[in-house]
């Protein structure tokens, strides 16, 4: 599918494709919920990182966090609006992640929302349960490419 995606300010715009594209992972760790913000988790999609065309690239800045287990990922974001826009991970260099929030094209709804790194949310968060819920303390074992297998999704 093509994902199609801006910045607030438009300054930034990029096209990227995804075999990925529902958007069921909510992560409530400390730099998804301090750097980008909205209910105090992110959510990222996956993304072919050879497929990825952005203009506007001069506007993009990039905050390297720092993970014990998970390298440096990349958070690209813009310069001017502070938009995050995706995610990248030199452990996983075919990979992007574009962020779902800066995502223009309509995504397909999820038959079910993993909610993961639970042990680092805010105390202030309310994590849905019920029905179609899955909660995990850190990273599920199940990669996107899987759980959309599983689900029998394109």
Not at 74 to 91: A, D, I, Q, T
Not at 128 to 139: I, L, Q
Request: aromatic share 12%; glycine share 10%.
């Amino acid at each position: 599918m093509l994902l199609e995606g801006s910045c607030h300010c438009g300054s930034i715009r990029f096209r990227i494709e995804s075999s990925t594209p529902y958007p069921y992972q909510e992560c409530y760790c400390s730099i998804c919920r301090k750097t980008a913000g909205g209910g105090g988790y992110a959510i990222n999609l996956g993304a072919d990182a050879s497929t990825l065309e952005v203009e506007g690239r001069e506007n993009l800045s990039v905050y390297a966090a720092r993970s014990q287990d998970r390298g440096a990922p990349e958070r690209n974001f813009c310069r001017g609006c502070g938009s995050y826009l995706w995610l990248f991970n030199p452990m996983w260099p075919e990979l992007i992640h574009p962020f779902a929030s800066a995502v223009d094209t309509p995504l397909p709804r999820p038959p079910e929302r993993v909610r993961l790194m639970l042990n680092y949310a805010a105390p202030w968060c309310e994590v849905p349960s019920g029905e179609g819920e899955k909660h995990f303390p850190e990273y599920p074992e199940e990669s996107l490419e899987e759980w959309h297998r599983r689900h029998g999704l394109p």
